[in-house]
């Protein structure tokens, strides 16, 4: 596997991603992007079915990925979804993936084998403790999420979902597709839409040509209940 080009400006930029997510210096940065591979995922592409190798440590750059698998019902469910910032994968041993993992919308993601990433872990002060920090931040993350769909109405649980696919300007694109939205809050498309019906009349959301875009996040944060 190639390592990025840092004389590129993704390259540069990808360095900074790397800094900004385990708070290390320049210099472990390039050694840990050195064994990075860039990869691009169209939306709803598959990156990886339950079940295959699982090798490479993935670190989420822009765009989503979503964990899905299906019940004993047959009934798809999601089991988490991993933003910018967000790592998913084999990490500190190869292992095999426990679900289907897809792109929510245009994705690209930053990859490093396993075994390379814990060769660099063990002389490299700071991105051991960079991995371990991100880890941890991620797990607290999860454990929120657990929460919220828990304590949450069905409706609460879209409205959140709906804040956590937007980007700074309140801009969610491509559109969300209303079923798998509804599968991902583990509600019906009946409520959903329901829901973002409501959001239209109000005025919190208005519809684009090939987006949805939240006019106000505060009031749209008041209904997450």
């Known amino acids: 596997m190639s390592g990025i080009n840092t004389n590129s400006k993704s390259g540069r930029n990808d ?27 169209a939306h709803r592409d598959i990156i990886a079915h339950m079940g295959d190798p699982s090798t490479h440590l993935f670190l989420v750059a822009e765009g989503a990925v979503v964990a899905e698998l299906f019940g004993i019902d047959g009934q798809q469910a999601q089991l988490t979804r991993h933003g910018p910032g967000e790592v998913f994968g084999a990490y500190p041993e190869e292992s095999t993936f426990r679900s289907a993992f897809s792109a929510n919308g245009a994705t690209r993601l ?6 390379k990433l814990a060769e660099l872990v063990s002389s490299d002060v700071e991105l051991a403790a960079g991995i371990a920090n991100l880890m941890a931040r991620q797990l607290d993350l999860l454990l929120d ?64 040509e090939d987006a949805l875009k939240i006019v106000s996040r505060r009031m749209l944060e008041e209904l997450i209940v």
Not at 15 to 41: D, F, H, K, P, V
Not at 110 to 115: D, F
Not at 170 to 175: D, M, Q, V
């Open 15 to 41: 360095i900074a991603i790397i800094q900004s997510c385990l708070s290390c210096g320049e210099t472990s940065a390039r050694r840990l992007s050195e064994s990075l591979m860039s990869r691009n995922y």
């Open 145 to 208: 999420r657990m929460a919220a769909r828990i304590g949450l109405s069905a409706t609460g649980r879209f409205y959140r979902a709906l804040l956590q696919l937007a980007d700074g300007n309140g801009t969610i694109r491509p559109a969300p597709v209303l079923a798998a939205m509804a599968v991902s809050v583990h509600t019906t498309r009946e409520t959903a839409s329901r829901a973002l019906a409501v959001l239209f009349r109000r005025g919190i959301v208005e519809r684009q």
């Open 110 to 115: 930053l990859a490093v084998p396993t075994t």
